[in-house]
């Protein structure tokens, strides 16, 4: 099998949790995209925001049309939309701050806990 071929599968397994059904950041439901750096899955209106954002905040990967590499895939098997809204304090608010959220001190100190799970 393929690394895309099982980047698919592990999506297909991951996309199933109920969290990850709906886009982190509106709630949007089938969400197509991910912000890599903080592993969760976003709509492609969030992911064009992200984006805007700067590689340097948040990288967006498409879920059914880019090749991801193994740690971009672990990345995403680490974290996921209910991790994320543990560790950012985001349970039920939507927000489009995005620069605000995903520059505050929680969102910072998520992405370094996955960074470290991943080594």
């Given amino acids: 099998m393929s690394r895309k071929q099982d980047s698919e599968q592990t999506f297909k397994i991951l996309l199933q949790n109920k969290h990850n059904k709906t886009c982190f950041d509106c709630r949007a439901k089938v969400p197509t995209w991910a912000s890599v750096t903080f592993g969760i899955y976003i709509c ?28 971009q895939v672990e990345m995403m098997v680490q974290g996921g939309n209910q991790a994320a809204q543990q560790a950012m304090n985001t349970h039920d608010t939507t927000t489009n701050d995005w620069k605000t959220l995903y520059t505050s001190r929680q969102a910072y100190h998520y992405k370094r806990t996955l960074q470290r799970r991943m080594k």
């Fill in 44 to 71: 492609q209106d969030c992911a064009s925001a992200h984006r805007n954002l700067g590689v340097h905040i948040s990288i967006c990967r498409s879920v059914l049309l880019d090749t991801w590499t193994t740690e």
